[in-house]
């Protein structure tokens, strides 16, 4: 059966109702399965009993192709994409329809409503109605959790409460807008790719609708599935932020990123960047030469619920008074321009120094031809758009087989191109 689900996944059959349909009409999948006709539960069930043994059969076939040698499993790009969750995008519940149904769900056990009273979304039976009341207890859940998640962002970033909405299908799902715009249920499938070699390095399954701050746990991954950590990774600017470099740091994995783009500030403002950071002196330098000085520390919000240490540096106030750029620099202040320095800038600096190389540059050209390439691979001939069934794990497991059949195939592939060398080799040698 595994080899069944390993070859439907190939060829883009990502569900078990079409694995159920493909013992019939499939021939390979006949002659895989021996005469067998497993059932549609069966196979339901069969990829359930399998999810958790995915990560550490992946990190047996990683360790086999690096220790055949055929990759150093040192460098690696990353990228995420977001796949539909298996639920409706149209029925998504906030908080007053959540409240109204449990109370009629309520009302309705107590004295079940006549036929023609009952509300269009409310089973017509007990068990029904019971299973329905289970489900809106976890959809509550959920609920409570976002909310409490909203609260602890910044002010800018805050949704107000009756704008979060949940969606009943599949709770644990994220909403946000997918590549075409589409505001809907959806997880985030991050993948780690070996810029040596065909194989996946890691992957991992968000129920969160960006990228951000995502950098620090597939490094987390990446550990798990090599036993070290990678020297060398490649990403796109959404990984860039100050507190994913400071976990790359960590790691001890170099990362090659173009800067995310400068966000909040006046956009009429001399920008941050026409200012020169002095490190010897702790001071920053402004276009006309003066020097911004430390005049205290603070402390930020981000969008997700950590805080951010700022250092302050501030231009003397005669100065700016006096300076012709004074309009366009600092209009609004009698302070004179201060600049915040975030306690990560020195990485984002070192960052943009490495990335301003040739050889980083020619490096990060790598990406589009590996995990840009996977994942769109993935989307157009593995048919993967939207999971076949519901919950974070059934979306993991997914993931895990699709890494699964690509990370074998490779495997095969250069274990028969390392034959096929050997005999042409003996060939040569008995020639
Ligand atoms: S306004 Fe102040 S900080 Fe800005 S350029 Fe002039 S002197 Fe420098």
Known sequence: MLKVLLYETREGRQSPAQWRRSTRSSEPVRWLLRGGEPSRSCWYAFRDRIAPYLEDWNRQVLAQAVAEGQTPAERGALDGTTIAADASRRRLLDEATLQRRGEELRRAKAAAPAAAERPGWMAPTPEGRRRQEERLGRTRERLDELQRRNAGKRSSKRKKRERIVVSPSDPEAALGRD??????????????????????????????????????????????????????????????????????????????????????????????????????????????????????????????PETV?????????EHCRACPLRSRCTPRSDQGRTISRSEHENLSEALQTRMATAEAKALYRLRGRTVELVNADWKTHRKLRRFAGRGLKSARCQVG??????????????????DRAAAANHSEIAA
């Open 401 to 418: 087989v699709l890494v699964l059949s690509q990370n074998l195939l490779a495997l095969l592939a250069a274990e028969s191109n390392d």
């Open 179 to 304: 590549k075409e715009g589409v505001f809907r249920p959806l997880y985030n499938v991050q993948i780690v790719d070996d810029l040596d070699s065909p194989l996946i390095l890691a992957y991992e399954v968000f129920a969160q609708p960006n990228d951000a701050g995502l950098l620090g746990p597939m490094l987390a991954r990446l550990r798990e599935a090599l036993g070290r950590p990678l020297r060398t990774l490649l990403a796109d600017s959404a990984y860039a932020g100050g507190a994913d470099l400071a976990a790359a740091a960590a790691a001890g994995a170099t990362v090659y990123a173009p800067s995310p783009p400068a966000t909040g500030g006046d956009r009429r403002q001399i920008p941050k960047g026409e200012f020169q950071w002095l490190s010897d002196e702790q001071a920053y330098r402004c276009p006309r030469g003066q020097r911004l000085t430390y005049v205290g520390a603070s402390r930020q919000k981000r969008s997700s």
């Open 309 to 317: 240490s700022l250092q302050l540096y501030r231009c003397a106030t």
